[in-house]
């Protein structure tokens, strides 16, 4: 592949793209400050090569499925309601989320322990 593994997923109805980048091409594209970025206007998150654990995941795909309820900015919003926001998030899509971090995670480890 072309610098990257990609997997296609959907989230509330939309499609979702994650790619897993060569260390360089992240960079490239999105510095090396970050250990993924969630691109919500593209639908596409980007992840390092070493931050490929669960809790990184389960960190962008909250990203995802906020911008899909359609939170695109908290700004103005009270710390009551952001908490709100987040345990009605988890109440009817905390596990839903966890199983595509689940999903996620065993197709990354399955497509680097496959030969190429």
Avoid at 96 to 106: I, P, Q, T
Wanted: hydrophobic share 40%.
């Amino acid at each position: 592949m072309k610098g990257y593994l990609q997997l296609d997923f959907f989230i509330l109805g939309k499609e979702w793209t994650l790619r897993v980048l060569s260390e360089k091409y992240f960079r490239k594209k999105n510095g090396g400050a970050a250990a993924a970025v969630t691109k919500v206007h593209k639908r596409r998150i980007e992840l390092r090569p070493k931050f490929l654990d669960r809790e990184t995941i389960v960190h962008e795909l909250v990203h995802a499925y906020l911008y899909e309820l359609c939170l695109h900015s908290t700004n103005d919003m009270s710390l009551a309601d952001l908490e709100e926001i987040f345990a009605e998030l988890m109440a009817k899509r905390g596990k839903e989320l966890l199983d595509k971090a689940d999903w996620v995670e065993n197709e990354i480890a399955s497509a680097l322990q496959s030969p190429r």
